[in-house]
């Protein structure tokens, strides 16, 4: 088991980042599949009654329901055509994603080796060969999670339908215990693809040393998950305050029934906007460098190991 100095590896993660810049923009790039988008679709209470237009039994509801699927009969094309459009947005954003971390993980190793300049045409053409065997591994393993999920799930759901909501307290615990189990997953994978980019390894074996790694420095490695995960959380939420400084005041308004601060609000959203995603990028840049940088440290010989003398045999 190698020791691993935190206070070394985020030193020399920031020292990276703020030399190679262009590492800011495969951070940004990187950025794009990043999961967790935020749903912020607040709903108002209604106090109509029957009367309220969302009410079945209102004809009002009936005739926009009415006019919504005649609407989607007659301009389908349109609606195919969106789908399309999404489906394609996704694919791009797919790979543009798994490329900027590719390439974080080559300029971070680069420049932890003294690269003294990085180029972006370098990096992202150095990141191509590697992006299918990285996206095929982590398609594999979240969609063998995700239908785990569904196997576990779908019955509890069957269950608490025909107990009234008493089987469905069965997700607690079950949540309880996939919540670190995924911790753990994410952890392994980024050791993981570290190794498939760094030492060209296959899918299956950059798993098996991904695996390696984590299981031999598991205390070390989940400190630095601490470190960086929650660091990381609590600086993105300081990032995201403007957002909903610019929100909260004109959410108001509008329910006071003024649309002035509505559109100063989105003025100034569009305007921070640029400013959340560099920051956003340089962040996920740092934290990207930092596993690298646990990878390299962890992956190699301990001191006790260079120095274990090499028995030969006498000669005959």
């Known amino acids: 088991m190698n020791n691993l100095n935190f206070g070394e590896v985020l030193t020399r993660a920031w020292q990276i980042i703020w030399k190679h810049r262009v590492l800011w923009l495969f951070g940004i790039l990187a950025s794009c599949a990043q999961g967790g988008g935020s749903g912020g679709n607040g709903g108002g209470g209604n106090s109509g009654g029957s009367n309220s237009t969302f009410d079945p039994n209102n004809p009002q509801f009936s005739r926009t329901i009415q006019e919504a699927q005649r609407w989607f009969e007659q301009n389908l094309w349109i ?14 954003f797919i790979f543009i994603g798994y490329i900027g971390k590719i390439a974080l993980i080559k300029g971070a190793y680069k420049a932890d080796n003294g690269a003294e300049k990085i180029t972006f ?59 670190p189990f995924l911790i753990i997953l994410g952890i392994i994978m980024e050791q993981t693809n570290a190794a498939i980019i760094l030492e060209n390894l296959s899918m299956l074996d950059g798993l098996k040393r991904g695996w390696n790694i984590f299981k031999t420095n598991w205390g070390a490695i989940l400190i630095m998950w601490l470190i960086l995960g929650i660091g990381g959380g609590i600086i993105s939420l300081i990032f995201a305050l403007p957002i909903f400084i610019i929100v909260f005041p004109a959410m108001l308004a509008m329910a006071n029934g003024t649309t002035n601060m509505l559109w100063i609000a989105g003025l100034c959203f569009v305007i921070y906007l640029p400013v959340l995603i560099v920051l956003q990028g340089i962040l996920i840049a740092y934290i990207q460098t930092a596993w690298t940088l646990v990878f390299m440290r962890l992956s190699k010989p301990t001191e006790l190991e260079n120095n274990t003398p090499i028995i030969t045999q006498p000669n005959a």
């Open 121 to 179: 045409a370098e990096l992202w053409s150095e990141s191509l060969p590697y992006f299918w065997r990285v996206f095929g591994l982590a398609f594999i393993i979240w969609l063998i999670v995700f239908v785990v999920l569904l196997i576990l799930i779908i019955p509890l759901v069957i269950l608490g339908v025909a107990t009234m909501g008493a089987a469905m307290l069965c997700i607690i615990p079950i949540i309880c215990i996939l919540f």
């Open 79 to 92: 609606v195919i055509a969106i789908g399309i459009l999404i489906l394609l947005l996704s694919i791009a």
